[in-house]
């Protein structure tokens, strides 16, 4: 999976979604911490889960870990 993973293009928002969920926030904090709607992190979580090829949001945060992703 991590070859797969290592060429995926995340917007700067889906990144920061991406590691609210790592993180093991709610939709609803990571949108109060990003000052986004809960539905636009729930459109960038579906993004995600298409880009990343996987099906559910414990994959997601499962394949988070595996990128370097870097603070904002």
């Not at 991406?18 to 993180?23: A, F, K, N, P, Y």
């Amino acid at each position: 999976m991590a070859p797969a993973i290592a060429t995926v293009r995340l917007t700067p928002t889906q990144i920061k979604v991406l590691q609210g969920v790592r993180s093991g926030l709610l939709n609803k904090q990571i949108a109060f911490d990003l000052g986004i709607a809960e539905a636009t992190v729930k459109a960038h979580m579906t993004a995600l889960m298409r880009k990343l090829n996987v099906r559910n949001r414990t994959q997601v945060a499962i394949a988070a870990h595996a990128l370097p992703l870097h603070p904002f």
